[in-house]
Every structure is written in C-alpha cells, then in structure tokens.
C-alpha cells in the first residue's frame, strides 16, 4: 500500500472511532436530560402542591382572624374534610371573659 493510502484509512478509522464516541455521548446526554426533565416536572408538582396548601392555609387563618373580631354569638363546630380527613371545625369561638390582666 501506498503511504497515501495508508494515511486515508488511519484517518477513516479515526473518524469511525470519533463518531462511535460522539454517538455514545449523545445517547448519555439524552438520558441525562429525560432524567432532568423528570426531576423539573416532579420539583414542578410538589411546588404546585404547596402553593395549593399555603392557599388553603391562608384561607383557614383568614377565616379564623374574621371570626376572631366578629361578635361570637355561640360557639359551634362543623365537621370538615382536609385532605380526605374529617377534622372538626370551630365556628365562632367564644372566649370566656378575662380574670385580669395577662
């Protein structure tokens, strides 16, 4: 053979081994970025989970602090579900008159 043509077939072999490479990267590069967009979407729905709950939770201290300067008649309590537990719920609390100073 030729030197010419030696030096044309390193050469090919060279490029055949860098895009086998390039290849292997490419692929490890995609699994890594289904792997990102797993943990974006995941991180996505916990956050969208905790604003739901700081809503409702912002909605119960609300309700709690109207209730607080209303006018109690009489207090009562109502059975409510949260997150699929039934809790009780008091509705107008009263509180008994002050003894003295705190």
Do not use: W
Not at 36 to 62: I, P, Y
């Amino acid at each position: 053979m030729t030197k010419a043509r030696i030096d044309h077939r390193q050469r090919a072999i060279e490029l055949s081994a860098a895009l086998e490479i390039t290849k292997f990267q490419r692929d490890a590069y995609r699994a890594q970025i289904e792997k990102l967009e797993q943990r974006l979407a995941d991180a996505d729905r916990r956050a969208e989970r905790a604003e739901a709950r700081l809503h409702e939770a912002t909605q119960m201290l609300s309700n709690l602090a109207l209730q607080a300067v209303s006018l109690p008649t009489r207090s009562n309590a109502t059975e409510v579900l949260v997150d699929g537990k039934s809790i009780l719920r008091l509705n107008n609390p009263g509180l008994p008159p002050s003894s003295g100073p705190c």
